[in-house]
């Protein structure tokens, strides 16, 4: 099972990010999957940031990014995606992509994003 997550980078305050997860070696078909972006900050823990489910793609927000991060998911693809929109510096971290199947969870090596001006 591979996540590898790709689209972070060096971006200035009230800027945009889309951040991309690429699924690959899942036992069952990837859209049986929840999957999840966390991030973790320098100092802190690792916090959930969305989450879409499986079925019906239902989706969940941190309070802090509610109205501006927007998660997606492409089975097809096998991806899922995070749309990061007016980015505070707050928001620098590493983000993590993350899935989840009953008893099984895998999760991505991350992707630094760093808001800047």
């Known amino acids: 099972v591979q996540l590898v997550e790709s689209g972070g980078g060096l971006v200035q305050p009230g800027g945009s990010l889309r951040l991309s997860c690429a699924a690959s070696g899942f036992t069952f078909t990837f859209s049986s999957y929840a999957m999840s972006w966390y991030r973790q900050a320098p100092g802190k823990e690792r916090e959930l940031v969305a989450r879409?489910?499986?079925?019906?793609?239902?989706?969940n927000y941190a309070d802090s990014v509610k109205g501006r991060f927007t998660i997606s998911r492409d089975n097809a693809k096998k991806q899922v995606y995070l749309q990061m929109n007016s980015l505070k510096p707050e928001d620098t971290a590493v983000y993590y992509c993350y899935a989840a199947r009953g008893s099984f969870s895998s999760w991505g090596q991350g992707t630094q994003v760093t808001v800047s001006s």
């Open positions: 879409i489910t499986s079925v019906g793609g239902s989706r």
